[in-house]
Structure formats: C-alpha cells, structure tokens
C-alpha cells in the first residue's frame, strides 16, 4: 500500500528539547515535502526535498532543520523547539502528480 | 509567487444542500490545480485534480471542479452535501513542471443533519 508514514503522531515536549519526526515514504518518489498547518493560515511549506542530498527552504523555515540522505526518508528536526513551533506537522511526498500526506504529527511545546 | 486564495473561511449548511468554494490563483501560466479535504482529525485526501483537458473535472464523493482559466479560479461543487462532507477543504495549485504546491488558507464546512 502506497503511504507516507510519520512519528511521533503526538509529542509533547518543552522548550530547547532536540527533537526528530521522521518521515517515510514507500512510492520511491523524489519530491518530499514538510508543512505545518496552523488555524487560519491553512498548510505553509517548511522545507522541501528534490532529491536525495538535495534539500531546500519552503515559506517557513526558521527554527528547523531537515536532511535527506534517502530517497526514501526525510526527517525534520527541531534543534531548539520554542512554543511558536507548537503547530500539526504533515510529511508529504509526490511525483509528477499529486502530494500524498502522512498522518500528520502534532507537536505541542511547553 | 504563488498565492491562492479561498474566499470562503467557513462555510455552515444543510444537508441536501448545494456547495460551491471558491478558489482563484495568481500566476498566469499553466498550472495544476487541486481540491484536498481534510475531515476531522485525518490526513489531508485528494478530491479531485485537473492537469489539462475538460475543464470540468469530477472527483470522489461526487464533488467537481470547473477551471475557468480567464478568472483564474477553481471552484469546487456539490450538488447535495451530506453530513460526512463535514470537513476542511483546501485548494492547491502548481506551476506546470514545478514540484512545489502552494495552499490556500482552507474553508471549513459545516454540515447540519
């Protein structure tokens, strides 16, 4: 079955705590994507991904980190999470056609 | 840039009722157009996408889109809601060859049994 799988689906940490949500995808597709989707302001880009070891910043970028050393893997990481970045996070994934998502992962920093 | 925009930022309606969102977009090139929905507490789903063709374009559930490309917009429809298609429902857009999508900021529809 064709799937973007994300973890944590729930965390809940405090501010300056490292930490990774990873992201998966098994339809060997080049293009990954992370966004964050707040009340009001709809799915905004964090980062995006061509290829592997080739990555790129989306609309908002501050505050986080990404690599991509697998095609098939693209993790996002928070280095120094602050309340500003306590939002539900979706991994998304495509070829030429549409974006799959994964189930999204919300993050709630304390 | 990119921008989409959805006129609608929540939408409240019977069952049995018609549904029409709005959605335009700015660039004047060729595009790829598209309806996510995302129902409460799940991932966001494709409804329906247009690349090229007949502008109207039929999707799952019984929701289609016409493409009017003079008005640059995308608007999705319903002929008869149902309590499901309670939901948040975004429009996507992309420059033809490029991968990256941009969102609109999403309507949230309401459906009253």
């Known amino acids: 079955e064709a799937q973007v799988t994300q973890n944590p689906r729930y965390l809940i940490t405090v501010t300056g705590k490292k930490l990774t949500v990873t992201c998966s995808q098994n339809m060997n597709h080049e293009y990954m994507s992370w966004y964050r989707q707040d009340p009001g302001l709809g799915l905004r880009q964090i980062y995006y991904s061509m290829n592997v070891e080739v990555t790129d910043k989306g609309d908002v970028p501050e505050g986080y980190k990404v690599s991509r050393k697998e095609k098939r893997n693209f993790p996002l990481i928070l280095e120094s999470p602050s309340p500003n970045q306590t939002s539900l996070y979706f991994c998304?994934?495509?070829?030429?056609?549409?974006?799959?998502f994964g189930e999204g992962s919300r993050l709630t920093v304390l | 840039a990119q921008s989409v925009s959805q006129h609608n930022h929540h939408v409240i309606l019977s069952e049995a009722a018609s549904l029409e969102l709005g959605c335009n977009y700015s660039?004047?090139?060729?595009?790829?157009l598209f309806w996510y929905v995302q129902y409460p507490g799940q991932h966001l789903q494709l409804l329906l996408k247009y690349f090229s063709g007949d502008p109207l374009v039929k999707g799952i559930k019984g929701f289609e889109a016409e493409f009017i490309k003079s008005k640059f917009s995308f608007n999705l429809r319903k002929p008869s809601v149902q309590w499901s298609d309670t939901a948040e429902y975004f429009c996507a857009v992309n420059e033809r060859g490029d991968y990256k999508l941009s969102f609109g900021a999403g309507t949230t529809v309401t459906v009253r049994a």
């Open positions: 998304a994934s495509r070829d030429t056609g549409e974006l799959f």
């Open positions: 660039y004047g090139g060729t595009v790829n």
